[in-house]
């Protein structure tokens, strides 16, 4: 979602969320974290404010001015705190701001489960969605279809989630299905996993078996991931019959094969290359 040059200041404006959560109480994080949502939904929709607001060669002053005039009293001290550190940053182009504040809304109702004591419950709900989800190709392109109005893809989200699901993971997916930036739910729900583990100073490894694993083994398996990657790995065990045996074991962007499944697909290969 964001591009390479903009991380450093999507870390920056990290900063700035964290000082707007540690002077917010508990019930105001839901309100600031809609007001985000909602600033994002507003640059999404028009191109010319995402570029003035952007636009590096106007001063960052200028453009936090802009922003002020058109924003504040709009939203809550805290929430225009965020938006005018943002505008003052340097970006990649104007998406990568309107991601920007997306990705703080998600984290400041991560912070909300936080302090709730219900990041567990969120972090498993949104693993074993972003599972069903990956299985079942009908409700995949049910909740990924752009052209389906996204109140009906939100009823749909209501109707599996209602009364099963802490409301912060309901209220993630739901903003995950009305964004125009989200193009698939799987790989949101996988962004939203990621940010979990950021919060915990910690990596995910997403690890597909034939066949259930035993507590030993999967502490054996987060030793040796925690050897090789150097920082602990929480281990997230999916069974998939296809894989036949063996592992695969996903961390971030790399993923190492160790299955039957992929053993025989490279041995075909290598014949079919011969």
Known sequence: MIGAASRQSLASLDEQVDSALRSAQDDALDGIARELYEVSTILAAQPQL????????????????????????????????????????????PWDLTDAFEIAADRVLLDLADRRGALDAVEDQLFRFGRIVDANDELRSH?????????????????????????????????????????????????????????????????????????QQTARLAAVLRETYGRDIDVRVVIEPAVRGGLIVQVGDEVIDGSVAGRLAAARSALNYQ
């Open 50 to 93: 995402r570029r003035m607001l952007s636009d590096m060669s106007t001063a960052p002053a200028s453009r936090s001015d802009l922003a002020g005039r058109i924003f504040r009293g709009r939203v809550s001290d805290a929430a225009f705190g965020v938006v005018s550190a943002a505008v003052g940053l340097r970006w990649s182009g």
């Open 143 to 215: 909740l990924d279809e752009e052209t389906v109005p996204a109140q009906r893809r939100v009823q749909l989200l209501g109707s599996l989630l209602s009364g099963k699901a802490d409301p912060v993971t309901i209220e993630l997916l739901e903003r995950t299905v009305r964004s125009g930036r989200k193009h698939s739910v799987a790989l949101a729900v996988d962004g939203l996993l990621n940010e979990v583990a950021w919060r915990r100073q910690r990596a995910t490894a997403l690890v597909r078996s034939a066949v259930p694993l035993t507590d």
